[in-house]
């Protein structure tokens, strides 16, 4: 799979686009240089781990966002991909997610429990939708519509998330449009 195909089927996932693609799909790098303020301390990271590992959870036949390290990847994508102001949406969006968290739950978002993350984040996600259909062109994404996009690209573009969450064939044989579909099959990685 190449990048393009990759991101492709994250975007489907979503319903629409991922920011910062561009400079991904093209394989450069911009010529100005995005994020050289952008400083993610290691908690910073084991943040972003946990918020990945609410939106996709460990199960008992896949490791979750956490095993992929989708703290590192969130920081590279936005770090390298994300025009200035995407990143400045991203970084003041993690501490809103943490504010509407205390808000909600009383505490910060690292300190609720497992079920208490999972209801936050699944309102916070109809934030971000009602948002996403509301907003003109020139408004920013939701912040959390893109960690969620970060988390679901860098999830299914893993190792793990292609060869554990997804079934898949290294070197695949020829092209069989119609496989039989049996109900709790894997989706194919692709």
Not at 58 to 78: D, L, N, Y
Not at 115 to 144: A, C, G, I, T, W
Request: glycine share 8%.
């Amino acid at each position: 799979m190449n990048r393009r195909e990759a991101l492709s089927s994250v975007a489907l996932l979503l319903g629409g686009t991922i920011v910062g693609t561009e400079f991904f799909l093209s394989g450069c790098k911009p010529e100005r240089k995005y994020g050289e303020s952008l400083n993610l301390s290691p908690d910073d990271i084991s943040f972003l781990d946990e918020v990945g590992e609410t939106i996709l959870p460990t199960t008992a036949s896949s490791p979750g966002a956490k095993a992929t390290k989708i703290g590192e990847f969130m920081k590279t994508i936005v770090n390298d991909c994300y025009e200035d102001k995407d990143q400045k949406t991203f970084l003041e969006g993690m501490q809103k997610l943490n504010d509407a968290c205390k808000t909600k739950n009383g505490k910060m978002f690292l300190d609720c429990d497992d079920k208490q993350r999972h209801d936050f984040l699944v309102d916070l996600d109809k934030e971000q939708k009602e948002y996403m259909n509301k907003k003109k062109p020139e408004d920013p994404s939701h912040y959390f519509r893109m960690m969620k996009e970060l988390t679901l690209w860098g999830y299914f573009t893993s190792e793990i998330g292609a060869t554990k969450a997804l079934r898949y064939i290294a070197v695949p044989g020829k092209y069989e449009g119609c496989v039989p579909y049996k109900k709790g099959d894997k989706a194919w990685a692709t």
